[in-house]
């Protein structure tokens, strides 16, 4: 089993900025791609941004020149970095990851336990 395990998340003034991380463990064999996702209080979950293995990056658009996404293959880590904040942007940020546990193992996904950031003056 993989387990991710997310902190940095806290109470930010707008326009400040916070980063994000998320660290694998656990039996992994290889990590491929990974993400961030975030809920809103009433809304659905939703892509933030993601990094495939070779360090592809997608964002959301309403991210898009904010929010950087990378990552540390040799720690099994992800980053997101986040720049001028807004009140939109508060929510629980998940940490995802698609990997494989064994060599013969499938490939599963798997979810860290959330960190809240809040934006607001």
């Known amino acids: 089993q993989v387990q991710l ?3 940095g998340g806290g109470l930010v003034q707008p326009g400040g900025s916070l ?3 998320c660290a694998a463990s656990g039996s992994i064999f290889v ?3 990974m993400g961030w ?3 809103a209080p009433g809304k659905q979950r939703e892509l933030v941004a993601g990094i495939t293995s070779g360090a592809s990056t997608n ?4 991210v898009k020149g904010r929010f950087t996404i990378s990552r540390d293959n040799a720690k099994n880590t992800v980053y997101l970095q986040m720049n ?6 508060t929510a629980v940020y998940y940490c995802n990851a698609e990997a ?3 060599s013969w193992g499938s490939i599963r996904f798997y979810w860290g336990q959330g960190t809240q950031v809040t934006v607001s003056s």
């Not at 964002?59 to 309403?62: I, Q, T, V």
Request: aromatic residues 12%; without cysteine; neutral net charge.
């Open 59 to 62: 964002y959301a658009d309403s």
């Open 100 to 102: 494989r546990s064994t």
């Open 37 to 39: 996702y975030r809920q």
């Open 5 to 7: 395990v997310e902190s």
């Open 31 to 33: 990590i491929y791609a």
């Open 19 to 21: 980063k994000l991380s």
């Open 84 to 89: 001028s904040l807004k009140p939109e942007d």
